[in-house]
């Protein structure tokens, strides 16, 4: 492949470290959301959360078709964050790594676009990536449906065979591949299945990976 490819990151885990203080914050607020706003107790707030989670891929889909949840409020509440910069864990060499590829940069995340967006400006991305694709331009359908995927595509006009998903979540990436993009893992799993084009510990490996994908650097 000689076309010049379009970079999709994943941003939580995979651009950044989420799993260390922004995910157990996300999932405390939404806990407290539907206890606040279902009047229920914290078991069966937590229960809900990972049930939806899991039948829908998102709480907030279970909550909307079960609850009539507001989205918009929904996504702001529980994405409130008094000391952000403070949460965000990164490597303060992903910037130099990204401006290493070449192509067109997009986070395709299932955050909210506020939060894609302050999380960018943190770790000095916001003139590494060229635009941000979020739930909301999703329409509130996330990774791994088919139609988060596809909307990306018209919306940003894309093909397929250009496009390099870089991602922490196995399920996105299947989608991914199944779609016709390339795929890049970021674990440190043993093992790599075979619709993972390639795999790394870390971003920061990318560039290296350009051969491999098809593309020269």
Same mark, same amino acid.
């Given at each position: 492949?000689?076309?010049?490819? &379009?970079?999709? $990151?994943?941003?939580?885990?995979?651009?950044?470290?989420?799993?260390?203080?922004?995910?157990?914050?996300?999932?405390?607020?939404?806990?407290?959301?539907?206890?606040?706003? =279902?009047?229920?107790?914290?078991?069966? /707030?937590?229960?809900?959360?990972?049930?939806?989670? &899991?039948?829908?891929? /998102?709480?907030?889909?279970?909550?909307?078709?079960?609850?009539?949840?507001?989205? /918009?409020?929904?996504? !702001?509440?529980?994405?409130? $964050?008094?000391?952000?910069?403070?949460?965000?864990? $990164?490597?303060?060499?992903?910037?130099?790594? +990204?401006?290493?590829?070449?192509?067109?940069?997009?986070? $395709?995340?299932?955050?909210?676009?506020?939060?894609?967006?302050?999380? +960018?400006?943190?770790?000095?991305?916001?003139?590494?990536?060229?635009?941000?694709?979020?739930?909301?331009?999703?329409?509130?359908?996330?990774?791994?449906?088919?139609?988060?995927?596809?909307? =990306?595509?018209?919306?940003? %006009?894309?093909?397929?065979?250009?496009?390099? +998903?870089?991602?922490?979540? +196995?399920?996105? =990436?299947?989608?991914? %591949?199944?779609?016709?993009?390339?795929?890049?893992?970021?674990?440190?799993?043993?093992?790599?299945?075979?619709?993972?084009?390639?795999?790394?510990?870390?971003? =920061?490996?990318?560039? !290296?990976?350009?051969?491999?994908?098809?593309?020269?650097?």
């Amino acid at each position: 492949m000689s076309t010049t490819p &379009v970079w999709l $990151f994943d941003l939580d885990d995979t651009l950044h470290h989420a799993s260390a203080h922004i995910f157990p914050h996300i999932n405390r607020s939404m806990t407290d959301y539907i206890m606040q706003h =279902l009047a229920v107790d914290e078991g069966h /707030a937590n229960a809900l959360r990972t049930d939806y989670w &899991v039948r829908y891929g /998102a709480t907030l889909l279970g909550l909307m078709r079960h609850h009539g949840t507001d989205p /918009a409020h929904f996504l !702001r509440e529980t994405h409130r $964050f008094e000391r952000l910069r403070n949460m965000v864990v $990164f490597d303060r060499a992903l910037r130099h790594s +990204l401006k290493r590829l070449p192509g067109r940069k997009i986070v $395709f995340s299932n955050g909210p676009s506020a939060y894609a967006h302050a999380v +960018l400006d943190i770790m000095g991305l916001h003139r590494s990536i060229d635009s941000v694709f979020a739930i909301e331009q999703m329409r509130l359908h996330p990774k791994p449906g088919s139609r988060a995927f596809r909307r =990306l595509m018209v919306e940003r %006009k894309l093909q397929a065979s250009r496009c390099i +998903l870089v991602e922490d979540s +196995l399920a996105n =990436l299947r989608a991914a %591949k199944r779609l016709g993009m390339r795929t890049v893992w970021i674990s440190r799993a043993n093992g790599c299945p075979a619709y993972v084009d390639a795999k790394f510990s870390s971003v =920061l490996a990318l560039p !290296r990976a350009m051969s491999r994908l098809g593309f020269s650097a």
